[in-house]
């Protein structure tokens, strides 16, 4: 049962590329087809979606290609995540009056549900096999 609560640096890498897979599906397919139901604009949701899909190709990259200094390398999708989280944040404010409540509930369920995991006790479990810096690196990629 050790063996498999285990996390590599491959697998958080796994695990980050497809989460932002699945929000660049649902930013450029689903809410853009729905535009008027969230209420953020099509341009809008094609960016966030392209740069989601270009942190899931770093992600699924580092994580097929097993890097030589993993902690670089997270540190660089954590940034990236953390600049991904605020940009979202900027725009979902710039764009309040347009937003539904719909679209603001989708904007928030998907920050909550990224992070429900992390903070039980079984996630901080489940941290422990790692460094104490790649857990904090973890913890800020999950965040996003």
């Known amino acids: 049962m050790q063996q498999f609560s285990k996390i ?4 958080i890498f796994l695990i980050d590329g497809i989460g932002a897979l699945v929000s660049a599906c649902m930013l450029g397919f689903v809410l853009t087809t729905f535009e008027s ?3 953020m604009p099509k341009n809008i949701l094609y960016a966030l979606s392209a740069i989601a899909l270009l942190l899931s190709v770093y992600s699924f990259t580092n994580a097929a290609n097993k890097p030589a200094n993993p902690a ?3 540190r660089i999708i954590a940034i990236a995540n953390l600049f991904y989280c605020f940009l979202t944040f900027v725009l979902v404010f710039l764009f309040y009056e347009e937003i539904t409540v719909y679209g603001l509930l989708y904007f928030l ?4 549900s990224t992070n429900r ?3 039980t ?6 941290l422990q096999p790692l460094r104490k810096e790649a857990a904090y690196i973890y913890v ?3 965040i996003v």
């Open 8 to 11: 590599t640096t491959q697998k």
């Open 121 to 126: 006790a079984n996630g901080w479990r489940r």
């Open 72 to 74: 670089f390398r997270l």
């Open 140 to 142: 800020l990629a999950s």
């Open 117 to 119: 995991n992390i903070f």
């Open 109 to 112: 369920s998907v920050g909550v």
């Open 37 to 39: 139901f969230f209420g």
